[in-house]
Structure formats: structure tokens, C-alpha cells
């Protein structure tokens, strides 16, 4: 394959595995701090990238204003999906717990499914919202702005997120209660609530993510669950707690299917596992996990 | 100041803790010490509201506290310096400071507070942008103690602040620990270090088996035959 069609599917690789390092730094950051794996967060992504769909084809407001609008929205969902569903298994024992979440989460992920396939009459019904910007030639590459935008904002979000972590006093107590909960308590922090707003941040992120999706590609109701494992992949490979290791997992998966989909699309999934477990034979934390 | 009245602690069926009464007096160091396995840390877990009683009662300034989550009694000025010391490995000495003052209303004096604990341990300051889990034993339990200073305490629960530190250190610490008190901090002290803990003490406890075994002024206890006998290795 000649070096020009490469270097065009390492850009599309990068770009596409943005939005990826993106909702997978979300559903890292609800991990870390509640322990619970939410499996439900890919349909956060989806509902969201409908609620925007559904806003632009009724108001025709521009897609970006409102991803702007919807994410916060999503932080409110979250934040209320922990304290009606999650908050209330926290007086099991740890393997209740585990297996109450897995439950939960799941259920509330096929009811999310179902509830835009309902509305949209479709399982497979894509819906994506049309946005043009001209596409950038540089010598013989073609640079999607549209992309390229996209691209911009999630390091700008996953830049904010961090500033966040480090510099507030309620960001450094989620990594507080992430790395040392009991010790967090003894604090005075209110780990109950931190809990909480974690699932706020974490579905925000994924919603910015489902906008994103139908901005520069579609969404579909069936997408949920299949994102949420590759998600799940992503914070692996990166390493559980590190969130550049995230990013980069992100980043690597959205090259591996971008590259392999050239050949082949019907491929995407299995590249992302076959990735993982390669990084995992090499370093079995994870890239940058400790 | 504090109240322990005939408090019952089980970890599920097991109970653990038997009926224990204990007070602590405004501007008194108290040493609870027994052996392994006695309940001291259940005890102040207890008090931290991590654990609750199965009975009896906990008063801290003539009101029940049974009802505070952990964080509400921090607000009140329960500050437990745990075993273990349980800090945040991958943030900054600086860090885990400043989370000490995580309560809004203890954001203000931040940064004088934060001087007084350069000021105990200086040691501190040279390692501010560290990673905690880096430090060195001795240093963690430095921040340890620091950290729950920060958090400005009226009633600051020690639990066996000398454990794993050399002997000067120890030393070191049993001075940081006096001159806290002098401060006007109440202090609840558990340690291995029996004979040093009831030293500094003005009243003191002993523990066996979740059962109180003796109390009393720290000089009787330190010449009672079985206290030696058990405890003081003497
Ligand atoms: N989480 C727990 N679940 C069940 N039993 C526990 C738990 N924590 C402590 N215990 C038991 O309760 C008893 C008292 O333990 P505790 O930790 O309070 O002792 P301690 O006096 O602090 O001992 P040490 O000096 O070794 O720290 C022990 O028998 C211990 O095995
Ligand atoms: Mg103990």
C-alpha cells in the first residue's frame, strides 16, 4: 500500500480514536472512583447523539451548540442515574455489590436500547446530522475538517477534565477517593456524593462523545453495548487509572480499525480485541498502567 | 469532650467490642493500648463513624454523634489519623495537605495551617511536590498526621503513629504528638508503644479482647504487675 493512502489512514485512525479515548476516559473516571464498570455508558453516548439529532432536525441549531448544550444535560443523568440505581447497592457485600451492578447497569443499557429503537422504529435506524465543512487537501491528503474540529474539542475536553482533576479542590478529591476511598472518608469528604458526581462527569463526557458521533458519523440505537466493550478495551489496554494511558488506548484502537477497515470493515471489533490482548502480552498493566 | 458509653461493636455476627466506656477531656492526651486483635482500631473507627455501634453511645460535646456520616464528624473536628495512614499515593505532599482542609469552612485558613505543619515537620516542605507513595515510611506518617492536622482538629484520634519508625523518629513523633496537645488538641493515642504512649498520657486505657481491662492515671498503670507484665515487656 502506497505511503500516502497510510499516512491518510493514520490521520483517520487518530480522529476516530479521539471520540473513543474521549467516552473511555468517562467511563475510566466512573470506575476509578465508584468501582462499578457502567455498562450502560455506552447508551448515554447514544441518547445524547439522538437528543442532538432530534434537537437539529426540530430546531436546526448548529450541531456544536448543542453538544454544548446536551453534555451538562448528560452530567444531571448521571448523576441521577447513580443515586436512583447504583447508590442504593452500596450497603451489599463487595460480590453482591459486583453482580448487583453488572446487573443493573446491563438492565438499564438493554431499556436505553430499546427506548431509541421504540422512538426511532428501527434497531438499525442511523440517524447522523449534516454538517459540511470543506474537506482540507494538504499535497495529496485529505484532512476532514468537520473531523479535524471534532478532533479539537475532545483534547480540548480531555484538557479540561485534567485541569479540573488537579487544580479543584472537588478534583482532587475525586482522585482521592479514587486512590485511597476509606482514606477520602477519614478526610471529611463526602464520598457518597463524590461517587455521584463522577457518574455526572463520566456521562457528560460520554454525551460529548454521542454528539461528536452524529456530528461526523451517525448513531443507531444498537450501538450502546458494543461501545461500552470496546470502551472497556480501551481502558485496558491504556491502563486502569491513567488517563493519557486512556487516551492513547484510544487513539491506537481508532488507528487499528481505521487501518484494518481499509482492507476490510467488517473487522473493526476483532482489532480492537486482538490490539488489547497484544499490549496486555507486553505489558500486562496496560501502556501505562501501575 | 468525648463520650464512649458502653459501646458494642460486631463486624456482622462477630462482635468485637464489649460494652467499652471511655472519655476523653478537653486538652487531655488519652492512650488506649492491648495487644493485638484487642479493638483499638475498631474502637476509633467507631468514633470515626466508619463502623456503628450495635450499642450504647457516642456524645462529643454533650450530643450524640451516632447519626454524623464520617465527613460531618471531620466538620466537628474528629480528625482520625488512620493505621496504615491511608494517603493518596499518587498526589503531591502538597496535595494530600491541602484535601486535609476538603470541608468548605476549612478552605480559609489553608495556608496558615499549612505553615504550622512545615513548622512540626519540616521535612515536609522539602518534599511538597512529591508523590506520597514515594515517601519514605517515616515521611508517610509525617503526612499522615499532617494531613489530619490540616483538617484542624479539636479531637485528633491517633492510631499508632510510631509503628515502623526507627527509634529517633520515634522519639520525634511522641514530641510532634505533645506539642499538638499543646496546641489545644485532645488527642485519643493508640499504640504498641505502651511504655511512651502512657508517658505522654494523662489518662489511660487498656484493652483485651474488646473487653476494658484497666484504667486509670498513666503512673498506676505502668506499675500495675499485669499491664508490665503484658504490655510493658518490663
Ligand atoms: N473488617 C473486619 N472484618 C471482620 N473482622 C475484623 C475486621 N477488622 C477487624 N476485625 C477483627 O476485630 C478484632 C479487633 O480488630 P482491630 O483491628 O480493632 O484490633 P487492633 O486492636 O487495632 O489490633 P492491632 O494492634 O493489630 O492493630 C480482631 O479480632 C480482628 O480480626
Ligand atoms: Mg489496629
Known sequence: MD????????????????????????????????????????????????LVFVLHDTFQWDPFLLVALVAPLFFLVGYA????????????????????????????????EDFAAFFSQDVQFEKSVDLFLPTLVIGELYLPSLKL?????????????FLFLKFTFLGLAVQAVTQNRQGAMLNGINTTRINAIAFGIGTMLAAAAGGFEVIHSYVAPNI??????????????????????????????????????????????????????????????????? | MLELEAISVSYGDIPVIFGLSLRVKAGQIVSLIGGNGAGKTTTIN????????TGGDIRYEGASILDLPPHDRVARGIVQV????????????????KLGAFQP???KGLGRRMEEVWELF???????????????????????????????????????????????????????IRKINRRGVSILLIEQNAVQALRCAHHGYVLEQGHLFREGLPEALLTDAHIKAAYLGI
Not at chain 1, 20 to 37: C, D, E, K, R, T
Not at chain 1, 84 to 95: D, F, T
Not at chain 2, 46 to 53: A, N, Q, Y
Open chain 2, 46 to 53: 467507631t468514633i470515626s463513624g466508619m463502623l456503628r455501634p
Open chain 1, 149 to 161: 474540529v471534532v478532533f479539537f474539542l475532545v483534547m480540548l475536553l480531555i484538557l479540561a477534565l
Open chain 1, 224 to 290: 450502546g453495548l458494543p461501545l461500552t466493550m470496546k470502551y472497556l478495551c480501551v481502558i485496558v489496554m491504556g491502563g486502569l487509572g491513567s488517563f493519557v494511558g486512556v487516551a492513547l488506548g484510544g487513539i491506537i484502537i481508532g488507528l487499528g480499525e481505521s487501518i484494518v477497515g481499509f482492507f476490510h470493515p467488517a473487522w473493526g471489533q476483532t482489532v480492537a480485541y486482538l490490539l488489547l490482548v497484544g499490549v496486555l502480552l507486553i505489558r500486562p498493566k496496560g501502556l501505562l498502567g501501575t
Open chain 2, 122 to 176: 519540616p521535612r515536609l516542605r522539602e518534599r511538597m511536590g512529591q508523590q506520597a507513595g514515594t515517601l519514605s515510611g517515616g515521611e508517610q506518617q509525617m503526612l499522615a498526621i499532617g494531613r489530619g492536622l490540616m483538617s484542624a482538629p479539636r479531637l485528633l484520634l491517633l492510631d499508632e503513629p510510631s509503628t515502623g519508625l526507627a527509634p529517633v523518629l520515634v522519639a520525634e513523633m511522641f514530641r510532634a
Open chain 2, 82 to 97: 488512620p493505621e496504615g495512614r491511608m494517603l493518596f499515593p499518587k498526589l503531591t505532599v502538597r496535595e494530600n495537605l
Open chain 2, 105 to 107: 469552612a476549612l478552605r
Open chain 1, 3 to 50: 505511503t500516502t493512502i497510510l499516512v491518510q489512514l493514520v490521520i483517520n485512525g487518530i480522529l476516530l480514536g479521539g471520540v473513543y479515548a474521549l467516552a473511555a476516559i468517562g467511563l475510566s473516571l466512573i470506575f476509578g472512583v465508584s468501582g462499578v464498570l457502567n455498562l450502560a455508558h455506552g447508551e448515554f453516548l447514544m441518547l445524547s447523539g439522538f
Open chain 1, 81 to 112: 442515574f447513580e443515586k436512583a440505581l447504583i447508590r442504593p447497592l452500596a450497603a451489599r457485600k463487595e460480590h453482591v455489590r459486583l453482580a448487583s451492578a453488572v446487573l443493573v447497569t446491563l438492565g438499564a443499557a438493554l431499556i436505553a
